[in-house]
């Protein structure tokens, strides 16, 4: 099967259904996907750990090198985790049918106060009392390795649309796209 096309079984399919982005594209789709994800799940203990450790966390931002940054306490487990196996992996989910990126990475403890300054909102005192200036606040810093991503070519309504005609005619109408992000 060539790359650029779904397995599937109706061989109706035309349109191309795999992109691979680089560059300031690819950064402008991970800034897309992981931002508008409500949370990720992030997965720790991968190469060391079984099962994994896996808990819900919202990025707070993604730099314009790619990092995607948390906060989270300096004693915690996924820190310690992250101590002894910086490998992580994270899998967010925008909406129901599209937006979706695996991200796989390395972890760093960061411990920077105007860091911390930069990204910190009022919501986050409900896991740090302290504020901003809460000494038990730390920084996950994870650098991806490989990122793959699946969302829609033209926007949900589009797609929903097509989804409608497909079964209508019988033909698919696959409006999603997925690839590597290589930035």
Request: proline share 3%; net charge negative.
């Amino acid at each position: 099967m060539e790359n650029n096309q779904r397995d599937s079984s109706n061989n109706s399919q035309t349109e191309d259904t795999h992109k691979t982005l680089e560059g300031k594209e690819a950064l402008e789709k991970l800034k897309d996907l992981a931002t508008s994800a409500e949370n990720c799940f992030f997965c720790t203990s991968i190469k060391t750990g079984l099962p994994l450790s896996v808990r819900p966390m919202s990025v707070l931002q993604v730099d314009d090198e790619g990092n995607l940054w948390f906060m989270s306490h300096k004693q915690s487990h996924k820190n310690n985790e992250i101590k002894s196996d910086p490998f992580t992996h994270l899998f967010f989910q925008e909406n129901k049918n599209s937006g979706f990126l695996n991200v796989y990475g390395i972890s760093e403890i960061v411990y920077d106060q105007e860091k911390i300054d930069e990204l910190w909102n009022p919501l986050l005192k409900t896991w740090f009392q302290g504020g901003k200036d809460d000494l038990e606040i730390s920084l996950i810093k994870v650098e991806p390795t490989h990122i793959h991503y699946w969302d829609t070519k033209h926007g949900e309504l589009v797609a929903f649309i097509k989804m409608a005609a497909s079964v209508v005619s019988g033909k698919t109408m696959d409006d999603s796209v997925e690839g590597d992000l290589d930035i």
